[in-house]
């Protein structure tokens, strides 16, 4: 059997949760002097439920898309017939999983809604429960980020497994910036990103990088473009 020409190193797959779930594959074989960058729409791929508690948190996630005035969920407020990856994977969830998390958990304080500087749950943004979180140590807000980062690491190693890409997975976009240092400093993630059963050796194999914030991959891949519609490559 002829060998693929895709050399070992000539995948690289880039997850961008922000607004949205982007998610790009890039590809390049011995025969080509770059990387060609491919689309996908891997962030509407359906939500796979791995635990009860993930069972509970799809049907929850349905009545509140569907019936929440959440700052967050406005723009995207309508009758569903599924959930997506991205519904609970992408910085407008953190809101739902906030929501849901209360009624997990009834017991821990609401810091957001309470005192002088309270707002309500329609007003509670992500931004808002990322801070509580990470700066004020908050128990209900820490269970939030603690599952959206679950919720994105199992993600991260399924994409892993459709594409194998030995060249790493890069990780972008405004919530991965935000959740930066939490990522790259508690095990949780990377655990997560590699427990994959038998192929656990595989995922292994495969680098998770994290860009630093002041990389604009954005710009940097219009400028990469414009130096190929003129004849040429970037020289970065």
Do not use: W
Request: hydrophobic fraction near 40%.
């Amino acid at each position: 059997m002829n060998r693929s020409p895709i050399e070992e190193g000539g995948v690289k797959v880039v997850m961008g949760p922000g607004t949205g779930h982007g998610q790009g594959f890039l590809v390049k074989s011995k025969f080509s002097p770059c990387y060609d960058v491919m689309p996908t729409e891997g962030g509407h791929t359906e939500f796979a439920a791995r635990t009860e508690e993930d069972m509970r948190l799809v049907q929850f996630a349905y009545n509140f898309i569907e019936t929440s005035d959440n700052v967050e969920n406005l723009r995207a407020k309508a009758k569903i017939d599924r959930i997506s990856h991205e519904r609970l994977g992408a910085g407008p969830a953190i809101p739902l999983l906030y929501a849901f998390m209360k009624q997990e958990h009834t017991g821990l304080a609401r810091v957001l809604e309470e005192g002088e500087n309270a707002k309500s749950m329609d007003e509670i943004s992500s931004f808002d429960v990322i801070q509580a979180a990470l700066d004020q140590k908050d128990p209900l807000c820490k269970k939030v980020v603690d599952k959206f980062i679950e919720i994105f690491a199992v993600q991260t190693g399924d994409t892993a497994l459709k594409f194998l890409p030995y060249g790493g997975i890069y990780l972008i976009g405004g919530v991965t910036m935000g959740l930066r240092d939490q990522i790259l400093q508690d095990k949780t993630f990377i655990n997560l990103f590699y427990a994959k059963g038998r192929l656990s050796g595989t995922m292994h194999r495969i680098p998770v990088l994290v860009l630093k914030p002041e990389v604009e991959l954005g710009i940097l891949g219009a400028e990469e473009v414009a130096y190929r519609l003129c004849g040429s490559y970037s020289s970065k």
